[in-house]
């Protein structure tokens, strides 16, 4: 089955810096790859998803790239602020069977 | 639109009893899937119910299971409770599963503590 390693496990920055979160799988079969962030006691709330017809997709300070080719997809937030502090979370799926694998996740802290 | 809801938010059980967990989804959602969150084990399927009918299953054991009722809310039944089992169960909706169809999008979660 699908595994999705995700790294780093910890992220600390200075605001303004920018912040990458890096992801591998194993299924070549998956297709969809979504980022979720949660902050803590909260539900996963999703930031950015792509899907596997797309190298990069962009939304402001957020754009996820993705290398269908070394099974590789990240994150990259800019000009980071204190509330992008939370945990990400990378998933990947196969479309269409509405199974998300998750990583491990990543906290970050932006430092004011 | 409403988003996602779960009932209820926090239940205490101790070991032995069983415990049924429900699930709203988005209106129009079709697509129900649940989710184990554990510090330990992260963010594990557990299963997802389209039309009424389970089309996908995580590796849980038999005592973890749902079903889906005409109108799409979903519950999830644990039976036979473990100290194991206590975590935040996440339930997530999406339109129907196909292409750009399938963002799930999660509710608040059910927090299980098992005594």
């Known amino acids: 089955g699908e595994n999705v390693e995700q790294h780093p496990s910890t992220l600390s920055v200075q605001e303004g810096d920018s912040a990458v979160i890096k992801c591998t799988y194993s299924?070549?079969?998956?297709?969809?790859f979504p980022w979720y962030k949660q902050e803590l006691g909260k539900r996963p709330q999703l930031i950015i998803d792509?899907?596997?017809?797309?190298g990069e997709k962009k939304d402001q300070r957020i754009a996820v790239t993705l290398n269908k080719t070394a099974k590789h997809f990240s994150l990259h937030i800019t000009e980071t602020q204190p509330e992008d502090s939370a945990v990400y979370f990378c998933a990947a799926a196969d479309l269409g069977f509405q199974k998300l694998v998750f990583g491990t996740g990543t906290r970050l802290l932006v430092s004011p | 639109k409403a988003g996602v809801t779960q009932t209820p938010r926090y239940l205490i059980k101790t070991r032995g009893q069983q415990v049924t967990l429900s699930c709203s989804p988005i209106s129009g959602h079709r697509s129900v899937s649940w989710y184990q969150q554990t510090p330990g084990q992260g963010l594990q399927f557990l299963f997802e119910y389209f039309s009424e009918t389970q089309r996908n299953k995580g590796n849980f054991p038999g005592r973890f299971s749902g079903r889906q009722f005409s109108n799409s809310r979903s519950e999830m039944n644990v039976s036979t409770l473990e100290l194991g089992d206590s975590a935040l169960y996440l339930c997530?909706?999406?339109?129907?599963?196909?292409?750009?169809?399938?963002?799930?999008?999660f509710g608040p979660g059910t927090r299980l503590t098992v005594l």
């Open positions: 997530a909706s999406s339109l129907y599963p196909g292409y750009n169809t399938d963002t799930q999008y």
């Open positions: 792509i899907r596997s017809n797309v």
């Open positions: 299924d070549s079969a998956s297709n969809y």
